[in-house]
């Protein structure tokens, strides 16, 4: 592994799109350079407009290019929960060496054996987690690279998305003109850095609340074991102070991050703020403790939704508790209201990097980490291909100057046979560090 090495994570939400971009020095992440921008064209998690999306896509770029002086070439992509299905598969093969020592090639097949289930035109693959490995009807094995045995078998989970979904976003990347380096299932990349090896190991929920939908990843015996999105968010708290308090929207989420409280028991009755109406020259007064019902009824809603998502899951304990993060996580008093509706433990994941100490940041950061540990175990090279020097014009955007090849970005395309075995190993690599 080179001393330096550069990540550069892409993060497209429904509210916002951020760009990170990361140092790796000896292991540790330096965040050099940060985007954030609001979207326009997703709806839900969904792109509703691509040139929409390549637009603020190209914002969000260009304002961390601007910090480092450099232009981007290629990202690590985050694919939203919303449509992924996860489904049990095994794949058997037969040692290949002579002195019968399990290597990497045979890893490599055995991977490859458990993709011949078939997959439905309408799905594509992003990539297979092993869950353990059997030689020779010897289970739980996290590794069997130097073992001596006759027969290789891994039990493992499929990762499968909606076509349409992952070739819409990996559109407006292409469109931007970027590369793209690795993709990753959202709630896998964060979820897997914000939760302890015990949580992952005992049973806990990772829950994202962004501002037009919340992702919900349940991650047991250190692997995701369920991922869901809820069409409910942050935006809709904003709606909800709009129409109430009769203001603009801009000023609704001015108010929401100023003053807003999640538990109306803890919030202040005592201090008043001027809110600016729509259509007239005064504005209104109001308390903390008059916003923070607003905000909790909406609140209320979207923990006992998660309820009833988990009732779905077949979900009756998690010992591990709840982990929340996300934009709307950082509101005061939500993790009260959090424990008093779902009756369980829960904490807030922040990301501990200078400049995104922020729960938005959560899965731009942990895109970046995830990508990182995989290269280090496989011993791969990051480099600086994810940059390239320009000089900046009147004229030309820093985001135009890499072109990309279409075979590159579309690297999730069933003819791509290498990308896929090299996805499904990489996840080996991460998972069984």
Same mark, same amino acid.
């Given at each position: 592994?080179?001393?330096?090495?550069?990540?550069?994570?892409?993060?497209?939400?429904?509210?916002?799109?951020?760009?990170?971009?990361?140092?790796?020095?000896?292991?540790?992440?330096?965040?050099?350079?940060?985007?954030?921008?609001?979207?326009?064209?997703?709806?839900?998690?969904?792109?509703?407009?691509?040139?929409?999306?390549?637009?603020?896509?190209?914002?969000?770029?260009?304002?961390?290019?601007?910090?480092?002086?450099?232009?981007?070439?290629?990202?690590?992509?985050?694919?939203?929960?919303?449509?992924?299905?996860?489904?049990?598969?095994?794949?058997?093969?037969?040692?290949?060496?002579?002195?019968?020592?399990?290597?990497?090639?045979?890893?490599?097949?055995?991977?490859?054996?458990?993709?011949?289930?078939?997959?439905?035109?309408?799905?594509?693959?992003?990539?297979?987690?092993?869950?353990?490995?059997?030689?020779?009807?010897?289970?739980?094995?996290?590794?069997?690279?130097?073992?001596?045995?006759?027969?290789?078998?891994?039990?493992?989970?499929?990762?499968?998305?909606?076509?349409?979904?992952?070739?819409?976003? @990996?559109?407006? !990347?292409?469109?931007? #003109?970027?590369?793209?380096? $690795?993709? %990753?299932? /959202?709630?896998?990349? &964060?979820?897997?850095?914000?939760?302890?090896?015990?949580?992952?190991?005992?049973?806990?929920?990772?829950?994202?609340?962004?501002?037009?939908?919340?992702?919900?990843?349940?991650?047991?015996?250190?692997?995701?074991?369920?991922?869901?999105?809820?069409?409910?968010?942050?935006?809709?708290?904003?709606?909800?102070?709009?129409?109430?308090?009769?203001?603009?929207?801009?000023?609704?989420?001015?108010?929401?991050?100023?003053?807003?409280?999640?538990?109306?028991?803890?919030?202040?009755?005592?201090? @008043?703020?001027? !809110?600016?109406?729509? #259509?007239?020259?005064?504005? $209104?007064? %109001?308390? /903390?403790?008059?916003? &923070?019902?607003?905000?909790?009824?909406?609140?209320?809603?979207?923990?006992?939704?998660?309820?009833?998502?988990?009732?779905?899951?077949?979900?009756?304990?998690?010992?591990?508790?709840?982990?929340?993060?996300?934009?709307?996580?950082?509101?005061?008093?939500?993790?009260?209201?959090?424990?008093?509706?779902?009756?369980?433990?829960?904490?807030?994941?922040?990301?501990?990097?200078?400049?995104?100490?922020?729960?938005?940041?959560?899965?731009?950061?942990?895109?970046?980490?995830?990508?990182?540990?995989?290269?280090?175990?496989?011993?791969?090279?990051?480099?600086?291909?994810?940059?390239?020097?320009?000089?900046?014009?009147?004229?030309?955007?820093?985001?135009?100057?890499?072109?990309?090849?279409?075979?590159?970005?579309?690297?999730?395309?069933?003819?791509?046979?290498?990308?896929?075995?090299?996805?499904?190993?990489?996840?080996?690599?991460?998972?069984?560090?």
């Amino acid at each position: 592994m080179n001393q330096n090495e550069l990540y550069v994570s892409l993060d497209i939400g429904s509210s916002s799109i951020k760009v990170l971009i990361g140092e790796m020095t000896n292991e540790t992440l330096h965040v050099i350079g940060v985007g954030n921008v609001k979207s326009n064209g997703i709806r839900k998690g969904a792109i509703v407009d691509i040139d929409a999306t390549v637009q603020s896509i190209k914002k969000a770029i260009d304002q961390a290019e601007r910090m480092i002086g450099m232009s981007i070439n290629e990202v690590v992509l985050g694919i939203p929960a919303g449509q992924a299905l996860l489904q049990p598969v095994k794949g058997v093969v037969a040692v290949n060496s002579e002195t019968r020592e399990i290597t990497d090639e045979d890893l490599d097949r055995v991977m490859d054996s458990a993709q011949v289930m078939s997959i439905p035109p309408e799905r594509e693959l992003i990539s297979i987690i092993p869950k353990q490995f059997v030689v020779d009807h010897l289970e739980e094995i996290k590794d069997p690279r130097g073992m001596i045995g006759v027969r290789l078998e891994m039990d493992g989970t499929m990762m499968t998305t909606s076509k349409t979904i992952l070739h819409n976003v @990996l559109r407006c !990347v292409e469109k931007a #003109g970027l590369k793209v380096r $690795e993709i %990753y299932l /959202q709630p896998l990349a &964060s979820g897997y850095f914000a939760l302890s090896e015990d949580e992952k190991d005992h049973g806990t929920a990772f829950i994202d609340i962004g501002g037009g939908s919340t992702s919900i990843g349940i991650f047991r015996e250190g692997q995701l074991v369920h991922t869901s999105v809820l069409p409910v968010g942050g935006d809709h708290i904003t709606k909800d102070l709009s129409i109430v308090l009769k203001t603009p929207t801009e000023h609704a989420e001015k108010i929401k991050h100023q003053f807003g409280h999640a538990f109306f028991d803890d919030a202040s009755d005592d201090e @008043l703020f001027e !809110v600016p109406v729509i #259509g007239a020259d005064t504005k $209104e007064q %109001y308390s /903390q403790r008059y916003i &923070s019902e607003i905000i909790g009824v909406r609140l209320e809603e979207l923990f006992e939704l998660i309820l009833e998502e988990f009732y779905r899951m077949g979900i009756q304990d998690l010992p591990g508790g709840i982990v929340l993060s996300g934009g709307t996580a950082k509101l005061d008093g939500i993790l009260q209201l959090a424990r008093h509706i779902l009756q369980t433990r829960v904490r807030l994941y922040t990301p501990e990097y200078i400049g995104v100490r922020e729960p938005q940041y959560a899965t731009a950061v942990g895109l970046i980490r995830y990508a990182q540990l995989e290269d280090a175990f496989y011993g791969r090279v990051s480099g600086n291909a994810a940059l390239v020097a320009y000089k900046k014009t009147d004229n030309v955007t820093p985001v135009q100057t890499a072109k990309p090849k279409k075979q590159k970005v579309a690297v999730a395309a069933s003819e791509d046979k290498e990308g896929m075995v090299d996805r499904a190993k990489k996840f080996f690599d991460k998972f069984f560090e």
